[in-house]
């Protein structure tokens, strides 16, 4: 079964700080990769997703990933962060072979203080 | 956001009783899924549809139960609800092809007392 580790449970920046949020997973044939975002209370928001094509990925609200193919990596980017982006982070693979089956990681947590 | 509700939003309840939690969409998609999302583990896939009267078991599908009459609705049923099902379920629903996606209702929150 597929297996997806984010590695960073929880982080704490300041605002304008930059972050990268790791993400890696076990499959090592073709792969659809996601970030999910959940604001507190609420449910989970896409926040971009890799099908194809160009690795790096932008997203919605200034965040973008990229994908290593040889590094089974998809990390998640945002040079400048806002309070407003705290929230809980999830990256999200499916396998090309195995649609629908979507594997989540754990999870990072992430606080901005203003 | 996709057209997805889930009912009810929050539910308490008492070891051994059935639940039945809702997921309707408007959004005419073929698959359906439900999750449930617990500290430190993510999501995990319970069940999912590929279609009306078409299930299949996820990771953690034990002490589960699902059923699709309709397009637009599945439902999830716990038999006997224990302590360990307390937990927040998302419905999400997708039109698959190559590049499928999924999108999430808002959850339920259940607590099994």
């Known amino acids: 079964a597929q297996s997806v580790s984010q590695h960073n449970h929880h982080v704490i920046l300041s605002e304008a700080a930059s972050l990268e949020l790791g993400c890696n997973y076990s499959?090592?044939?073709?792969?659809?990769l996601f970030w999910y975002v959940q604001y507190p209370g609420q449910h989970l928001q896409l926040l971009l997703k890799y099908f194809s094509g160009d690795p790096l990925v932008k997203g919605i609200k200034g965040f973008e990933a990229e994908f290593i193919k040889s590094k089974f990596s998809f990390n998640l980017r945002k040079p400048s962060v806002q309070w407003s982006d705290t929230a809980e982070y999830f990256c999200?693979?499916?396998?090309?072979?195995?649609?629908?089956?979507?594997?989540f990681g754990r999870g990072t947590q992430l606080t901005v203080w203003p | 956001d996709a057209g997805i509700t889930q009912s009810p939003r929050h539910k308490v309840t008492e070891t051994g009783t059935p639940v039945t939690l809702r997921c309707h969409q408007t959004?005419?998609?073929?698959?359906m899924y439900w999750y449930r999302q617990d500290p430190g583990h993510g999501l995990r896939l319970i069940h999912y549809s590929y279609g009306v009267k078409d299930t299949d078991k996820g990771e953690v599908s034990d002490g589960y139960s699902v059923s699709r009459s309709k397009t637009e609705d599945f439902l999830l049923t716990l038999e006997s609800a224990t302590s360990s099902q307390t937990s927040v379920y998302f419905c999400a629903i997708s039109d698959r092809g190559v590049q499928e996606t999924q999108y999430f209702g808002p959850g339920t929150r259940l607590l099994v007392l």
């Open positions: 499959y090592g044939g073709t792969v659809n």
């Open positions: 999200a693979v499916i396998e090309g072979s195995t649609l629908g089956r979507l594997y």
């Open positions: 959004e005419n998609h073929r698959y």
